[in-house]
């Protein structure tokens, strides 16, 4: 059984947990692909109405050309579904995200609704997250400066080079990322608390205490993983 095959199952059962008139957040990558696909074929074979904000340049035009309607946090400020992926995923459901470089909003959308499923293939379950480098989007100003602080607590930073342009990868808002790898994640909460202080950091790519539920695809299964939380009010 293929990932890509487990990425797609956890797409198509998400378009299913969407409802009627609810305004969601979608995420981006190739997992969030198969998820806005069958969101469309819902969309058009159901008539399902739901508005959607989407993360990036990627998960905006797929959205379009699916033909689901978009939206703003400007006129929606809570969502009711966040539907999104990971590049890892560990049992108490924190995530490192960023893979694809559209962590910023990603994490706008996250924080800003009242459920985050997250969908993620079976290779990226893990006992401690970690393995994967955490990316950070930094202002172009401010890069050398804070690549030489998440060096001083102990990071390895490296800037993400473009693959078909020459220079660093510039994200949709415009930034830089480092991807940031630490010997071991022992305390990623703090961690996170310590990299969002320095000033020029937009975001990173750590996702504590978010995430409500991740469907994992298992060949060709679906197994969910639950986060009982109070999620914080988000009117206070
Ligand atoms: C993008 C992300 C993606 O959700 C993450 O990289 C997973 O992508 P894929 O589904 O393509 O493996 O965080 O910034």
Redesign the pocket.
Known sequence: MSFERE?ELVGRRAAQLVEDGQVIGV??????SYFIKYLGQRCRNEGLKILAVPS?YQSYFELIKSGVTLTTLDEYNILDLTI????EADEDLNLI???????TQ?KIIATYTKNLII?IDSS?LVKKIGGFPV?VEVLPKAFSPVYKKIELLGGKPEVRMAKRKLGPVITDNGNFILDCKFEELNDPETLNMKIKMLPGVVET?LFIGLADKILVGKGETVIEKIKQRARPDLNR
């Open positions: 990425k995420g981006s990558g190739t997992t969030v990036s999104d992926g990971a590049d995200k960023g893979g694809g470089g559209a962590l990603e969908l990226k990316p790519g």
